[in-house]
């Protein structure tokens, strides 16, 4: 038998230097985690500075897009052209080893980089804030006000190509289990955290008789709301 | 009474533009996001490409400190001391509007801008380390092995200053409510999601008789772990 080799990595940048046997790079793994996570950290740089935003993302096919106003810092500077990384982690739990030295956590992680660029196209556009909304609640696009060409021209929209992107996975307990330190007497292991939905809060200005959608009661998303 | 104003940035670059009465730059409410977050996104740039990493962080006093293996490709382009911005994201849940456009997610963030320089003094180094270690379970520092010399060489830990930080807070429902939208049969309100701590899951390798750690069960963390 061949000795059992790393995953191949699709770029020297996405190749997990760091605990590589953590890394996968199968599109299949890089999907689940970015399909799972309602938030993305979006990196870019401006005037030698790097910029770090939280934003909503979704995944359409080959593409990952994030929208936010036409007029927002980060959405300009990003529709020039510009490099970008789109980083999204999901927290799984705490690992609590015998030293200090071994404590982690257990997360989920993907890194995509690559270069964001504006979509112009209105159908694609449509396409994309229909991932968005769909991404929050399945059903949901059909049964809201649609966007106006007011509001379509005051939402801009990126896209990131998923060329350049690898995951990262740490799940499981503590590796010290077979070292001198088991022997000490200290608690290890580790602690699954985990999301859940509370009971969905009506606006204030909610008219009556109007039902919540049966998907808030229970909301699920898999990978991220148990 | 004079009319209520905007509070004041610390910077333009931190300065809140997209909806600025989300933003928030007393150093209550950044502290209170910064310690409630286990994982923090880091962001610096290498060969002109930003990458966002996520990262266990921890705050002492006015510096919010990171670690890693001294060897990481993240953790050397930072300890030259290139510009660095760290950002802290916690969801708080997702807000349905009548509309597309006014879908939103409720959360609490933090951006920190800065250098971010190597600390190399011994007492601060395991300050930082007690901190990490601390934020995961209060009592864990003094109940497992201390890092050796050689552990301790082999992580590397940075400080950047809160000098330049920005807090940006979404709650509540939608603000469709008192819009045209408000006539349309759609449900709107928000759902509120929490972060719940599982049982403890004991290592395979734990010795016998050795009892779970009284603050894991239940585990709470203030803003993070209902």
Redo the contacts between chains.
Sequence with gaps: MPPRRAHPAPSP?TRV??LPERGRYDRAAIDDVLDAA??A?????SD???????T?HARVGDEVYVH??S???ALRALAEGI?????V?L?DG?V??????E?S?N?R?V?V?GQATPVDDREEKLAA?EA??EK??PG??A??????AR?LKA?GVLRLPLDEASAKIRDG??ED??TP???????????????????????????PG????PA?RP?RRPGL?A
């Excluded at 490099?83 to 980083?87: D, E, I, M, Q, S």
């Excluded at 609590?96 to 030295?101: E, G, K």
């Design positions: 940048r230097r760091r309602l938030v950290h979006l990196g870019f740089v030698g500075q790097p910029f770090v935003i939280p909503l936010g106003s007029a927002s810092r490099p970008a990384c789109l980083t982690t927290l705490i609590f080893a015998r030293s200090v030295f404590h956590l997360y992680s890194v980089l804030l968005f909304t929050l609640l949901r696009w049964e809201t006000r649609p966007p106006t509001e939402t307990g503590p289990g077979d330190d088991a022997e000490l007497d200290v608690w290890a292991g580790h602690l699954p955290l985990a999301v859940t939905a509370l009971e969905p809060v009506p606006d204030t200005g909610l008219r109007i039902a919540v959608p808030l909301y709301v």
